[in-house]
């Protein structure tokens, strides 16, 4: 390649791309916490002769000691279990039906990469993007895909930041301004208060059987909720939201920063990995608010569509957002704990999602059999 100023040009690239995700993050406030860390990293990474990612390198350390034994993903979902209360969706269940239909992004950009070329590892880690879930994402394409992770990586959080930019045109495309106004009055359900505590121990006892090989994801999701809804070790739940997460997050983007090498990412493979990416987003919020807006019709105009949309997982934004977009339909229209319920349980289906793909993924041959 030829060189600009002291290294190669796609070093020089590579470069620009990690000032462009700290702009992103800092300028634009596209998921800051993770991109800012991946936008450094990239940069470190890429500049010449600091061996950074080589044997004995730092990041090449960081690497092998939380993404390749899968160890950082575990952790950020403890951190986020103790941040999620389920209270919103034990109130109102049913809502847990859009999480089935927002889940077809996963299928779509899976087959889409099996058609192109992709072996079945490989359109498995490309189409758990669809999950929306960043860690989710990191902890199936580290098992699948290593070679691919800063690639999906980068493709999830990025596409994540940037979900009201996809989910208020599709919104206003799929669902008529008389839908989006439709008002949902919050009435608080009833719910034993023990359901709490008994939830997050029942829900990893049954994803566990069904999908084994996702026990570490539901598991450690669970794990931190029941930190929080025991009450019993407030020091820990606290914790496990503000330090284990923080400093997770911290190496957790760094780390993935400097897998981001000239010679791996600038590749046309990465390109399709982008390209699937956003398909995914696009099939998944678009049949959420297709099936919700089939439920409005079965229900006489009960159910505003903008909760199909919610579905997905990337929470709390696309709860936020679709309970601003009825706002703005409705100054006095309160969606939001409709929105947060159903954001909420698309959350639980994206882990069941990576914990189905982790057991039976070998059978499209990603795996050998055990």
């Not at 199909?308 to 709860?319: D, H, K, N, Q, R």
Request: with cysteine; charged share 10%.
């Amino acid at each position: 390649m030829p060189a600009i100023l002291p290294f190669p040009f796609g070093n020089f690239v590579m470069v620009a791309v990690g000032v462009l995700l700290i702009y992103l993050a800092v300028k634009k406030g596209y998921e800051p916490l993770l991109l800012i860390p991946i936008g450094f990293g990239t940069i470190l990474v890429n500049l010449p002769f600091g061996g950074l990612n080589e044997p004995g390198g730092f990041l090449r350390i960081l690497y092998e000691i939380g993404v390749a034994t899968e160890v950082f993903p575990i952790l950020i979902f403890i951190g986020l279990g103790a941040m999620i209360d389920f209270g919103p969706l034990f109130e109102r269940p049913w809502v847990m039906v859009f999480a089935i239909p927002a889940q077809l992004g996963i299928l779509a950009a899976l087959l889409l990469s099996l058609a192109l070329g992709f072996n079945p590892a490989e359109a498995i880690s490309i189409g758990i993007i669809g999950a929306m879930d960043g860690p989710t994402a990191i902890y199936v394409t580290s098992t699948y895909a290593p070679h691919l992770l800063s690639a999906v990586t980068v493709c999830a959080y990025s596409y994540m930041s940037a979900i009201p930019l996809l989910q208020i045109p599709l919104s206003k495309l799929l669902v008529s301004r008389k839908e989006r106004a439709i008002r949902m009055e919050y009435q608080p359900g009833i719910y034993p208060k023990a359901l709490k505590i008994a939830f997050p121990i029942l829900a990893t006892i049954v994803v566990g059987i069904l999908a084994p090989k996702g026990i570490p994801l539901i598991g450690s999701l669970m794990f931190g909720n029941f930190l929080r809804e025991s009450g019993v070790v407030d020091r820990l739940a606290k914790s496990a939201q503000n330090e284990l997460a923080n400093i997770t997050t911290i190496l957790l983007g760094i780390t993935i920063g400097g897998t981001m090498v000239a010679e791996q990412f600038l590749r046309p493979q990465t390109i399709f990995v982008f390209a699937l990416g956003l398909v995914a987003f696009i099939v998944g919020l678009s049949c959420g608010l297709l099936s919700a807006k089939l439920l409005c019709m079965l229900t006489g105009g009960k159910v505003n569509p903008l909760l199909g949309a919610t579905g997905v997982s990337a929470f709390p934004m696309a709860g936020r957002t679709a309970h601003l977009i009825a706002k703005s339909e409705d100054p006095n229209n309160w969606l939001l704990m409709h929105a947060m319920a159903a954001n909420v349980g698309g959350q639980i289906a994206s882990v069941i999602a990576g914990a189905a793909l982790l057991t039976y993924g070998e059978m499209l041959g990603a795996l050998p059999a055990l």
